[in-house]
């Protein structure tokens, strides 16, 4: 399970960027992740609820923004959303593609408590 070590990584960046501005209690920590990213989710979530217990990010939430495949077709110009990876636009039929979303892995932004 590489959710783990991603989950350790996200608690990294957090921290540092925590110590960077001052910060010193979190509400909500926002990610995107893309479904190329593989990354599952519900698992991040549990690793993060494991790799935070008894730190001061304990009880922090986690929310997850998923992002779908999304394409952009050379041919007709037109942005889809596939449910897996394709290579044929399904409204031309052309060929050439552009991924444009669906590879995210990051920290979006924190909410910080008052």
Do not use: W
């Amino acid at each position: 399970m590489h959710e783990m070590s991603i989950a350790e990584s996200i608690i990294d960046i957090v921290r540092e960027e925590m110590s960077r501005r001052g910060i010193e209690r979190l509400e909500t920590i926002n990610l995107v992740v893309g479904t190329m990213s593989a990354v599952v989710p519900q698992h991040l979530a549990l690793c993060f609820e494991i790799v935070t217990k008894d730190t001061p990010l304990e009880g922090t939430a986690l929310r997850i923004r998923e992002v779908p495949l999304t394409y952009r077709c050379f041919g007709c110009n037109k942005e889809f959303i596939a449910e897996e990876m394709t290579f044929v636009c399904p409204d031309c039929g052309e060929g050439g593609l552009q991924l444009i979303a669906g590879r995210e892995l990051a920290v979006e932004s924190l909410e910080v408590s008052d």
